[in-house]
């Protein structure tokens, strides 16, 4: 069960963490309740399920990140979990799931990649590729970025 203060603090935790060197205590202090009341609850939102993870949205394009392309491939359903996981821990991956199938779309694995450049992009799914015992990926590049946020749930609580 969700009640009134778990409603102020997801809705408190889906803004931008306050770049400050307490941002924790910050955050409590504004809804009323010790820093510790604050993470004893975030942990148990993780515990529960109901947080899956907190993490940084980088604005790719405004550090330099002029391309990325989504990568996509057919693996063997037997190796997607291995692959994948390799995939994933590549530097220039920010992104990596699987899919399910289609008579129509056969590509069950997806790694998103950012560089400089569409080149840049290029080589790396190579790279990639090569280091999984992948053929080279297909590739679709992002024309235009649309938005750039989460869900917000609750805001009407604060």
Known sequence: MIDKLDKKIIAAMQVDIPLVKEPY????????ITETELLKRLHSYKRS?????????????????????LCIWRVDDKKVHEIGTQLAAHAAVTHC???QTSSSWPYNLYAMVHAASCE?????????AAAAGLMQPVMLFSVREWKKTSMHYFSDSL
């Not at 399920?49 to 392309?69: I, P, T």
């Not at 840049?120 to 990639?128: D, F, M, P, T």
């Open 97 to 99: 799931y699987s899919r």
């Open 25 to 32: 205590k910050l955050i409590a202090d504004q809804l009323g």
């Open 49 to 69: 399920g109901k947080l899956r993870k907190m993490g940084v949205v980088l604005r790719h394009r405004q550090v330099g990140y002029a391309a990325n392309a």
């Open 120 to 128: 840049e992009c290029k080589r790396l799914a190579g790279e990639l």
